[in-house]
């Protein structure tokens, strides 16, 4: 049984996702293509460097994750490898407006039920396309994520005049697909498809900046914050097991930026 086969056994036996088993082992076999299965530390960091002129550094730190992960738990050693800095980079940000532009910039009603649902909800753009019927609580008002990143479950809540829309789209498709959004070949609509009609609505309402699913998701967030809702409730809300990831978004929220006022006005 070779190393590869394995760090599969010991994924699976941790339970992790599917998604992650199969990103592990990639980067992993892509690692052992050009080193060995002992290489020493200073090899295993020529190669992270390597990468690092042509990779974000985000990207190479999930493969550091899988390679040390490795290490640990198939070959029984630790590797000092550490982990690219990552650039403190501000996420783009639709404003409420600019939200608002691109909900009536579409004329189909499952694409703009699906903006909605992922801006109003903070969905990521799998668990939108995951999204169950049976996770939709019309009578609670709040709609379950199953299996979100890290495998966590959480509950968020379901906006009243999204629900109610949902709920007609629903009656009226009246079909047996387990899903809130469904292909015509059947199963749930790709993640793909939701990215070009994220795209195409944003093009349409006149928004020249760079727009992707993820950007629904940002503005969620900071809108949050500028309502006043707590950081801790925003953590639970988007599924971040680290407050630190959450608390990028006290440096974007313009609205709080504006409202500060300069110690020059009150000379």
């Not at 029984?76 to 990552?86: C, E, L, N, Q, W």
């Not at 990215?195 to 503005?219: D, E, P, Y």
């Amino acid at each position: 049984m070779d190393g590869i086969d394995k760090l599969e056994i010991e994924l699976k036996a941790r339970g992790l996702s599917r998604k992650t088993i199969k990103s592990y082992l990639f980067h992993v076999s892509r690692f052992l293509e050009k080193t060995e299965n002992c290489a020493p530390d200073d090899v295993i960091k020529k190669y992270f460097a390597d990468l690092s002129e042509k990779m974000e550094p985000r990207t190479i730190n999930q493969r550091i994750s899988a390679v040390k992960f490795f290490y640990r738990n198939v070959i029984g050693r630790d590797i000092s490898v550490p982990f690219m800095k990552r650039p403190n980079n501000i996420p783009e940000v639709l404003t409420k407006d600019e939200v608002r532009k691109m909900l009536f910039a579409v004329s189909n009603a499952k694409h703009r039920l699906i903006l909605e649902t992922i801006y109003g909800c903070g969905l990521r753009v799998s668990e939108a396309a995951k999204l169950k019927k049976e996770d939709l609580r019309f009578d609670e008002g709040v709609l379950f994520v199953r299996q979100g990143k890290g495998n966590k479950d959480r509950i968020v809540s379901l906006p009243l005049t999204l629900s109610k829309r949902l709920e007609s789209y629903l009656v009226l498709r009246n079909d047996e697909n387990p899903y809130v959004f469904d292909s015509v070949r059947g199963g749930h609509i790709t993640i793909a498809t939701i990215q070009k009609i994220v795209v195409f609505a944003a093009k349409k309402a006149g928004i020249t900046r760079n727009i992707h699913t993820h950007t629904l998701r940002h503005s969620y967030a900071t809108h949050l914050l500028e309502n006043g809702t707590d950081i801790r409730i925003i953590q639970r809300l988007l599924g971040h097991s680290d407050i630190k990831t959450t608390e990028i978004y006290t440096h974007v929220s313009s609205a709080a930026i504006k409202n500060v006022k300069s110690p020059l006005d009150t000379l």
